[in-house]
């Protein structure tokens, strides 16, 4: 096996990344907490992120499709132009001004989730394109790896930078992010395949196309179960950037910077797991990977609930990190392995849906209830959600004694 790490293209990838996502990074931390700051704002928050969820519920099916329809680069520097062009505008008026409005920054919140919407599925669709099966399991841990530095990165700056500068030059920081990423994916060769070209005639039909997707899942219902539910860390995660600053704020009665020290542990975690996933599958399957990465993550969340300290809250963070990313890495390698690259938009993008039929029905709960029930009371629902998640998972296990599935 030829090493990744020889690769000048993957040094470009995570060129963009680290720098788009240093950048998007800072502004994901910097709103939820002005808008905090706001009277009523942790119940606004909920709702927005529910607005949210329900945007890229109807978004993802079309992203699946357009990804195994058009050019995965320019879809990825679609991503960066349409972060830049929305927040360009709003940088200069926050510069001007020397503050946003209760309304503008719950539109900007949606900023990331449609970046991330797009750049996350047209990125592994792109990868699983242009790099050899064999450096799957490296790329997935190298991409890990940095995109959790990114994460470490800018919850430091943000710890620094919140509450000391006006929002405008945050915003500033991230448009210069955006261009550093845009140029260093521009310059990745990439000659689409021929049989992805022939895919692009004719009209796109959603419900057909879309349903290209379903039945491949449906004809292989246990390994749409383990992925789906592999997805239960980074489901609860989307549910921790809503709780965690609300914990913070009212239960722990800490600043903004005891939320950036909990991002920067978290991510510290994950660089852990991305780089113990590739020596940890040396040893044991994917399958024992997949398990041992929820369990940990399920002993944060229990940490979390059990011992109401900052302490505590910060350290389970570790856990939480290494669980959510070894979990994720697994994911992504399987998928790579085993879905047709000619599907894997629309395959990805109905597990994408269903992942996110489930962050609305929980988001929508905790909007409603965390007012007068606190933040630990959703904690505690979501390590019963992971214990449902790892019981489904370890029923599925016949799927990794066939001969198609990777299991190292």
Request: aromatic share 12%.
């Amino acid at each position: 096996m030829e090493s990744i790490y020889r690769d000048k293209r993957l040094y470009l990838l995570l060129l963009a990344n680290i720098s788009s996502s240093i950048g998007i990074g800072i502004t994901s931390i910097a709103l939820p907490w002005l808008l905090l700051q706001k009277s009523g704002g942790e119940v606004i928050m909920g709702y927005q992120m529910l607005a949210g969820t329900l945007l890229l519920f109807f978004i993802s099916p079309y992203m699946g499709i357009v990804i195994d329809r058009y050019s995965r680069k320019s879809l990825i520097l679609l991503s960066d132009v349409f972060s830049f062009v929305i927040l360009l505008p709003l940088s200069v008026i926050a510069i001007i001004s020397g503050q946003l409005s209760t309304s503008i920054l719950v539109l900007m919140m949606f900023v990331p989730s449609i970046y991330y919407s797009i750049q996350y599925p047209a990125q592994m669709a792109f990868c699983q394109e242009i790099f050899n099966r064999d450096q799957y399991y490296q790329l997935n841990s190298a991409l890990e790896v940095q995109g959790q530095t990114a994460s470490m990165i800018s919850a430091g700056i943000a710890a620094l930078l919140v509450g000391k500068i006006d929002i405008g030059y945050i915003l500033a920081i991230n448009l210069i992010t955006h261009v550093i990423g845009y140029v260093a994916v521009k310059v990745i060769p990439y000659q689409q395949k021929k049989d992805l070209e022939v895919s692009t005639s004719g009209r796109i039909g959603i419900k057909t196309e879309f349903s290209e997707g379903y039945t491949y899942l449906r004809q292989h219902k246990k390994m749409f179960f383990f992925m789906l539910c592999s997805m239960f860390p980074f489901i609860v995660i989307m549910m921790d950037n809503y709780l965690a600053p609300v914990y913070v704020y009212q239960t722990l009665m800490e600043g903004a910077h005891i939320y950036g020290i909990y991002s920067i542990v978290y991510a510290v975690g994950a660089i852990l797991g991305g780089i113990m996933i590739p020596i940890l599958l040396k040893k044991v399957s994917m399958f024992q990977t997949t398990v041992i990465m929820l369990s940990i993550f399920i002993v944060g969340l229990l940490g979390i609930v059990s011992v109401q300290t900052t302490y505590v809250f910060i350290t389970m963070s570790l856990l939480l990190g290494l669980g959510n990313a070894g979990s994720r890495v697994t994911r992504k390698t399987m998928m790579m392995h085993v879905i047709p690259y000619t599907l894997m938009g629309r395959v990805n993008g109905f597990l994408n849906t269903s992942g996110l039929v489930l962050r609305s029905l929980l988001l929508l709960g905790f909007t409603n209830t965390i007012s007068f029930t606190g933040a630990i009371f959703s904690y505690t629902l979501l390590t019963m959600f992971m214990l449902g998640g790892l019981a489904i998972i370890i029923s599925t296990r016949s799927i990794f004694k066939k001969e198609e599935m990777p299991s190292t």
